[in-house]
């Protein structure tokens, strides 16, 4: 994890120019030693390189967090707040899970969908107050219903991303989700 920061900085320099903004994934369950980097000295290595990096170009894009549904409520204070200080455009809330309730499947790697609609929806209820008032907050997870898409808006979340429910609700989810023909 020690090349963290320069491997993500070389994968960004070789985006930049491409995307419309960045979301640093600390959070997939599936890459050994990754949410390590969630750590507050592990986290302000790897935003200080790459913000430096974002803002020495003629374009900067706005630079979001990806976190886990994983992380202990009483680490999101600090998490947030480093994003504060290095200008992060805000959060998006949250990665796959590793837990298992006795009904899921006993398989490895991170479970996504209706498992984790009540965790990722009391992440970002515990998210939004603690973002600044010009970062946003993008809500994902188990959001594979109408009702589920409220709530999200409810707690405050900007932008809403469905991934799971794409392959249940099929090309048409958007549409379904939001209630329109
Ligand atoms: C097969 C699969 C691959 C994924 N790959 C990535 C990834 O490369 N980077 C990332 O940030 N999240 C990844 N995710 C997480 C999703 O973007 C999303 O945060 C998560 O699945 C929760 O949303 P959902 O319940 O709507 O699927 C992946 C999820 C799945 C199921």
Not at 66 to 73: A, L, Q
Not at 129 to 141: E, F, M, R, T, Y
Request: neutral net charge; hydrophobic residues 35%; glycine residues 8%.
């Amino acid at each position: 994890m020690a090349d963290a920061p320069s491997d993500y900085l070389g994968s960004l320099k070789l985006l930049h120019a491409l995307g419309d903004f960045f979301v640093i994934n600390i959070s997939s369950p599936n890459t050994p030693g990754l949410r390590e980097l969630a750590q507050p000295d592990d986290l302000r290595r790897l935003l200080s390189a790459l913000q430096e990096f974002n803002r020495s170009t003629p374009d900067p894009k706005p630079l979001l967090l990806k976190i886990s549904p994983d992380t202990e409520d009483r680490y999101f204070p600090d998490i947030v707040s480093i994003t504060r200080e290095f200008n992060l455009a805000g959060i998006v809330a949250t990665n796959t899970t590793s837990q298992r309730s006795p009904e899921d499947p006993r398989e490895n790697g991170g479970l996504s969908g209706r498992p984790l609609t009540q965790r990722a929806l009391a992440v970002t209820r515990l998210i939004r107050p603690l973002l600044a008032k010009d970062q946003i907050l993008i809500s994902v997870g188990g959001v594979m219903n109408p009702g589920h898409y409220q709530a999200r808006r409810q707690t405050g979340a900007d932008l809403i991303q469905m991934y799971t429910g794409l392959v249940y609700l099929g090309p048409t989810a958007a549409w379904d989700i939001l209630g329109r023909s």
